[in-house]
C-alpha cells in the first residue's frame, strides 16, 4: 500500500509539499524523504508526534533515546513501521524539525493506496519555500515578547512560531491541481 502525506507549515501560507511513501517504510524514511524535500539537514534532533482530534499530541516516534522517563515507553523511528500506527486516510500527525522554539510541520494522510508499492518515496509535489530549518533565538525571544506583551497566551495569533493549531482548510486542495497517486506511480 502506498500513502500520500501532505505537509503544511503554520509560519509559511503557500507551503505544501505531499510525499508518496510505502506504508511498509519506517518513520525514518518519512523523515528523511521530509528533509530531502525541504533542504533540511538530516543531522537534527526531531519528532514525529500522532495526533489526536484538534491536533492534540499523543504518541511520540523519535529519532533517538533520549533517556527520559524509564517508565515510559520510547518508540524510535528506524524501528517503526507507518502502517503500524497509520491506517485511516484523514489521520494527522506533527513533525517537530526544530526542538529549540517548538517549529513543526502539520501533516495528514491524505490517500491510501492498496495494491500499490514504492521502492523509495517521492515529493509529488512541491509547492512554495519552506521555513528556514533554524531561526535566529534572539529574533525568536524578541517576537515571543513582542506577542505575550500584546495578547494573552492563548490568543496568540496564526503566524507564532510552533502553534499546536491549524487551520485544516490548509489541506484543502485550493491552489494547486490535484495529482493523482496513478499520475506519481
Known amino acids: 500500500m502506498v500513502y500520500k502525506f501532505r505537509l503544511v507549515s503554520d509560519e509559511v501560507d503557500n507551503f505544501r509539499r505531499e510525499i508518496d511513501i510505502d506504508a511498509d517504510a519506517t518513520f525514518l524514511t518519512l523523515r528523511n524523504a521530509i528533509c530531502d524535500s525541504v533542504g533540511y539537514d538530516k543531522g537534527q534532533m526531531n519528532s514525529f508526534f500522532l495526533c489526536e482530534d484538534g491536533w492534540e499530541k499523543d504518541k511520540e516516534i523519535t529519532l533517538e533515546d ?65 521555513p528556514p530549518q533554524f531561526v535566529d533565538i534572539d529574533e525568536f525571544d524578541a517576537k515571543i515578547d513582542a506577542k505575550a506583551a500584546a495578547v494573552a497566551a492563548a490568543d496568540i495569533d496564526d503566524d507564532f512560531y510552533g502553534s499546536d493549531e491549524f487551520n485544516a482548510d490548509e489541506f484543502d486542495a485550493d491552489g494547486f491541481e490535484e495529482m493523482t497517486f496513478d499520475d506519481t506511480l
Do not use: H, N
Not at 88 to 116: A, N
Open 66 to 130: 533520549m533517556g527520559g522517563d524509564a517508565s515510559q515507553e520510547v518508540y524510535l523511528m528506524d524501528e517503526c513501521i507507518l502502517s503500524d500506527y497509520l491506517e485511516d486516510e484523514g489521520q494527522r500527525m506533527i513533525f517537530v524539525f526544530d526542538y529549540l522554539t517548538d517549529r513543526s510541520f502539520f501533516i495528514e494522510l491524505k490517500r491510501t493506496q492498496p495494491g500499490k508499492s514504492l521502492q523509495d518515496p517521492i515529493c509529488s509535489l512541491s509547492m512554495g519555500q519552506a
